[in-house]
């Protein structure tokens, strides 16, 4: 499902996907990992990293009415992409100094 089809939905599924749960939040697919990895959003069963997680619809649908839990998805965000972008400025740093010397 892309183009956030599952909006549209009268009834959702019971099992929700990366990227439904990604939809239903407002933000990318990759957010989701940073979620579960902070141990904000918790898939059904035990999924290898690597695996296709599912997370079950009425938990994430009773999350996304509290506003706290929206406050902490935004500033785990936040901090990820802030940690992201850090780091790459300091291999860019880096490589710059590499090639200077």
């Known amino acids: 499902m892309t183009d956030r089809h599952i ?3 009268v ?3 019971a ?3 990366e990227e439904q749960v990604a ?4 933000c ?3 957010s989701i990992r940073i979620l579960v990895r ?7 069963g035990s999924p290898r990293h690597n695996a296709t997680k599912y997370f079950s619809t009425p938990s994430i649908e009773k999350l996304v009415k509290e506003e706290e839990f929206l ?4 500033k785990a965000i936040y901090r990820a992409v802030q940690t992201k ?8 740093s880096f490589m710059a100094r590499a090639e200077a010397a």
């Open 23 to 26: 939809d239903l939040l407002n």
């Open 71 to 74: 406050n902490e998805v935004t």
């Open 7 to 9: 909006l549209n939905l």
């Open 85 to 92: 972008n850090q780091n790459a400025g300091a291999r860019v």
């Open 15 to 17: 099992r929700l996907t």
């Open 28 to 30: 990318k697919p990759d």
């Open 38 to 44: 902070k141990k904000l959003l918790k898939p059904l």
């Open 11 to 13: 009834r959702l599924p």
